[in-house]
């Protein structure tokens, strides 16, 4: 009984000083053409990481003036099996001296909720969701053959990122965004969320990041991201700033 005893606290201790599982990193650089390139994906100059049969790509970060970073992310997945993609494990460091660490934050739970807070107090006063009286007895707005239609569509129908980024704020401060007449975009289309690839299939949309909650740190709309960190499959897609302004001059060459 001693030995078994004492055999099980040397297999704890060993269990307790298991080294932790190193995560691979792969950052963007221009000169591993293996992984690393830079593309214009549907008009939009971006960086591109491509290992182990999954590839990231992230445009240019945009300071949103109220201490919030906005990045278009698109996620491929090309190689067998399945990858999951989850934005809340997403991470970026900012381009102060201390390169203070901004979290993901869910911009499109935060629209949604406004959609439905807003429905609600427009319902509560009378009125339907389509600015019009509601009638005794009904259950809600009612919707034409057509408007059903082009409402389908625009759930169908995934954002191009130059015409998204165009219209994003705009989304913000009314809760909504055009993608043509008729359509609506809706904050799943817009927002890149939580979703499991498999081979053949991608994910994209914009993704948030926010300072910390009791940081006093102010962000300039002009301040770039320092860092930024995708991480995938057990793999951290990393890009960095310098890599960034490359790619700036890239797509200006491009267009010109």
Same mark, same amino acid.
């Given at each position: 009984m001693k030995a078994a005893g004492l055999l099980l606290l040397v297999c704890v201790f060993a269990a307790g000083q298991a080294p932790p599982v190193k995560i691979k990193t792969i950052a963007f650089d221009r000169a591993d053409a293996k992984h690393c390139k830079t593309a214009m994906i549907e008009g939009r100059a971006m960086r591109e990481i491509a290992f182990g049969g999954t590839s990231v790509a992230v445009g240019d970060p945009?300071?949103?003036?109220?201490?919030?970073?906005?990045?278009?992310?698109?996620?491929?997945?090309?190689?067998?099996?399945?990858t999951e993609v989850k934005p809340r494990q997403f991470s970026a460091l900012y381009s102060d001296p201390a390169n203070t660490r901004f979290s993901f934050y869910d911009k499109g739970a935060e629209i949604s909720q406004r959609r439905r807070e807003e429905i609600r107090a427009l319902q509560a006063g009378g009125t339907d969701v389509l600015g019009t009286p509601s009638r005794p007895g009904s259950s809600g707005p009612t919707q034409t053959v057509g408007s059903s239609r082009a409402a389908k569509l625009g759930r169908m129908?995934?954002?191009?990122?130059?015409?998204?980024?165009?219209?994003?704020?705009?989304?913000?401060r009314q809760d909504q965004a055009t993608s043509g007449a008729g359509t609506v975009v809706t904050p799943d289309q817009l927002y890149l969320?939580?979703?499991?690839?498999? !081979?053949?299939?991608?994910?994209?949309?914009?993704?948030?990041?926010?300072?910390?909650?009791?940081?006093?740190?102010?962000?300039?709309?002009?301040?770039?991201?320092?860092?930024?960190?995708?991480?995938?499959?057990?793999?951290?897609?990393?890009?960095?700033?310098?890599?960034? !302004?490359?790619?700036?001059? !890239?797509?200006?060459?491009?267009?010109?």
């Open positions: 945009v300071g949103t003036g109220d201490g919030y970073f906005r990045v278009f992310v698109l996620v491929r997945h090309f190689g067998p099996g399945k129908r995934k954002p191009d990122p130059n015409e998204a980024a165009g219209r994003e704020d705009v989304a913000t969320s939580r979703a499991t690839l498999h !081979q053949g299939t991608s994910a994209e949309g914009f993704v948030y990041f926010k300072k910390p909650r009791r940081s006093k740190l102010h962000v300039g709309l002009s301040d770039p991201l320092h860092e930024i960190d995708i991480p995938v499959g057990g793999v951290v897609f990393r890009f960095n700033e310098a890599g960034n !302004q490359e790619t700036r001059n !890239q797509g200006k060459g491009m267009q010109n």
